[in-house]
């Protein structure tokens, strides 16, 4: 017997919200096979990667080209808390979160699997982590623009293009067993999500 809605939600981890089931009564994605397991919004998500981008890169220009640094010490603070409640609580919950899921309102949905995005913003909440600490403490040079142009590229990438690293990364993974197949692993943008040769394990019960 398939999943029913009601045993995604018991799956679903609690810091990403589900759809509404369809018609039928199941979560489907846009090419109708059912979603088992907690998911985002993509178009939310990008919306959320073009609010930081646009911030980090209006921080970066200031400490770069101006050297003015109170901008890129409370921007990356700002990253860190953001990127947090994103892991801990989901997107719907961070700031910019909610920005981008009001932007994003009049879109039809597009469904992509949860944790492939959370895998992506632990590397966030990492890289903004360091950044934050490294601005406060004053340390100027290589090391904070390395890490600031890093995340300002990751961040095009998923706004503009919708390619998340992070996705491809934790896929990669996956596809060499590094990382076990669930049924938390199943639909990404691009591909990210393809197993090819794997087979996932039965969510049928």
């Not at 932007?103 to 909440?125: H, Q, Y």
Request: aromatic letters at 8%.
């Amino acid at each position: 017997m398939s999943m029913t809605p009601a045993d995604t939600a018991l799956h679903a981890t609690p810091a990403v919200a589900s759809p509404a089931p369809g018609d039928d009564g199941v979560l489907r994605a846009s090419d109708g096979r059912p979603l088992l397991a907690a998911v985002v919004n993509e178009h939310q998500a990008r919306a959320a990667a073009g609010i930081t981008l646009a911030l980090g890169a209006v921080a970066f220009v200031y400490a770069n080209f101006d050297k003015v640094f109170w901008p890129i010490r409370s921007v990356s603070s700002f990253f860190a808390v953001d990127f947090l409640l994103r892991v801990t609580l989901g997107l719907d919950r961070s700031p910019s979160g909610m920005l981008a899921g009001w932007m994003a309102r009049r879109l039809t949905p597009e469904w992509v699997s949860a944790r492939p995005k959370r895998f992506a913003w632990t590397l966030g909440l990492a890289m903004s982590s360091a950044m934050a600490v490294i601005t406060n403490l004053r340390i100027h040079g290589w090391l904070p623009r390395s890490i600031c142009l890093i995340c300002l590229v990751l961040m095009w990438l998923e706004a503009v293009l919708s390619l998340c690293l992070g996705c491809e990364l934790y896929g990669f993974m996956v596809r060499r067993g590094w990382r076990p197949v669930d049924e938390a692993y199943e639909l990404c943008v691009g591909g990210a999500c393809d197993l090819g040769q794997l087979t996932a394990p039965d969510r049928t019960a």
